[in-house]
């Protein structure tokens, strides 16, 4: 666990420009999430290479970068630079800070009226600098809650394999019990460190059956049988921490921030 919190914390030295206004520490943690899951997949050793599937994590998350950064550029168009005294959205890596000037009919903002017209079911429906500002914020806490739900998982399965070569030795009923006493050793000690971790987070969580069987197969070395990984990503944790709020899960001021239950779809067509 502490190769997934040094990373989490990295963003700054203080928790305060961890917030989901600096631009630049996010963007920075953003670059170690992707970094870290690169490094497990040039690294791994004996059986433990059969976790070469965080190659595709490290691009998924670059991918996300790469998302935040369009959606910054964005932003930094149709806003207004905001005052000293003045809150602002987002402070650019640059350190010049956004705010949103409200004026979407003004013929500076082009881009924006273009972007409404566009991208919508019908006329003027489509993505603002509001929606894309909350599509920025659930690409910042999604790809770090992917990374400390199966980030951890996967230093798990590294480690251990390392170790005690379950995957090797085929104990893979030995490892799934061994995985299990780990989940419960992770909520009970880190349930402040991230909301997967919580009650209602999504970490080891056994819905679906999605993660175990596909740990399950990566201990068997049957990648088809591993897949099933990917559904916990996309139906658990994404579901409850990017896609469709779990309000059960987000404190009540993130929830805010990250545009409530269900948002606006139409954020992530930036």
């Not at 909350?134 to 400390?148: C, E």
């Not at 880190?190 to 201990?219: I, K, N, Q």
């Amino acid at each position: 666990m502490s190769r997934v919190l040094r990373v989490k914390n990295m963003c700054a030295s203080s928790a305060s420009s961890c917030t989901v206004e600096n631009f630049a520490a996010q963007r920075r943690r953003n670059r170690a999430i992707s970094a870290d899951y690169a490094d497990i997949y040039m690294k791994t050793t004996g059986e433990a290479k059969r976790l070469k599937f965080a190659g595709g994590a490290s691009l998924g998350s670059t991918h996300i970068g790469f998302g935040m950064d369009t959606a910054a550029d964005a932003l930094n168009g149709w806003g207004t630079r905001a005052a000293p005294h003045e809150p602002a959205d987002i402070v650019l890596e640059d350190g010049t800070r956004i705010k949103n000037d409200g004026l979407l009919g003004d013929l500076m903002d082009w881009q924006e009226i273009g972007s409404w017209v566009l991208t919508g079911d019908g006329w003027f429906d489509g993505v603002t600098y509001s929606d894309t500002l909350v599509g920025l914020r659930r690409l910042i806490y999604g790809n770090l809650a992917i990374y400390m739900d199966l980030g951890a998982v996967l230093h798990f399965c590294q480690m251990h394999e390392e170790r005690f070569h379950f995957f090797k030795d085929g104990k893979v009923e030995e490892f799934i019990e061994c995985f299990d006493h780990f989940v419960n050793y992770v909520k009970d000690k880190y349930a402040h460190e991230h909301e997967v971790y919580g009650g209602e987070g999504t970490f080891g969580s056994p819905e679906g059956g999605f993660l175990r069987d596909g740990l399950r197969g990566v201990a068997r070395d049957d990648f088809e049988a591993s897949l099933p990984i990917i559904d916990h990503e996309q139906r658990n944790i994404l579901e409850d921490f990017m896609y469709r709020l779990n309000q059960n899960s987000i404190p009540p001021a993130t929830f805010s921030d990250l545009g409530r239950r269900d948002g606006d779809n139409k954020a992530f067509l930036f």
